[in-house]
């Protein structure tokens, strides 16, 4: 897991799958690693790893929170840890029909898909 973090791309960190809509944060995170556009991991594998938190606080490398809901768990979780998202993505926020219990479509998936490529893609 800490040989990606030498990598340029940006870090991705998701909620804890307290909601429907983390697994969409969850699964959104693993698209962008597969397709080489993000790392993605969960706020528990960064809890889990000393090592990638000491590299994300000792360096300038960008990173995303994704939460599925408004408790903003990720983003949360990385403020008790000092570190500040680059940017900061709420899932309810793309929809009025989504709740903390709600879940996602794929059309849905792709539009916010497409609104993290392009906030990655303008930082370069």
Aim: proline share 2%; glycine share 2%.
């Amino acid at each position: 897991m800490n040989e990606h973090l030498t990598t340029s791309l940006p870090v991705i960190f998701t909620c804890l799958k307290n909601c429907e809509n983390a697994q969409f944060a969850n699964d959104l995170s693993k698209v962008m690693d597969i397709e080489g556009i993000a790392q993605g991991y969960t706020i528990i594998e960064l809890a889990q790893s000393d090592a990638m938190l000491s590299s994300l606080q000792c360096s300038s490398k960008q990173c995303m929170a994704i939460d599925g809901c408004q408790l903003q768990c990720a983003k949360n979780a990385l403020s008790q840890l000092n570190i500040c998202p680059t940017w900061h993505i709420v899932l309810t926020d793309f929809s009025d029909n989504l709740s903390h219990n709600s879940p996602f479509n794929y059309a849905q998936m792709a539009h916010v898909l497409k609104t993290i490529q392009t906030l990655l893609t303008s930082a370069n």
